[in-house]
């Protein structure tokens, strides 16, 4: 891969992270999530908002295991 496509990933996976952070932390209502992880999402009492945290929470984990495949 390309220097300047391997950049752009990068930016791009940058993003990905920043919207799914941002997207968990309107379903949890705090950052918590940071430090406590799943469990925080888990004590979530309303199920809509469980479910929208979990996805989030999904999406998030991808996008850091491909950021530490790619450096």
Request: include cysteine.
């Amino acid at each position: 891969m390309a220097v300047a496509q391997l950049k752009n990933l990068q930016r791009r996976l940058q993003l990905l992270t920043d919207e799914a952070e941002q997207g968990l932390t309107r379903s949890c209502g705090h950052e918590l999530w940071k430090s406590v992880g799943p469990d925080a999402i888990d004590g979530l009492e309303d199920p809509a908002r469980r479910a929208e945290a979990n996805y989030w929470y999904g999406q998030w984990n991808v996008v850091r295991e491909l950021q530490e495949a790619f450096g």
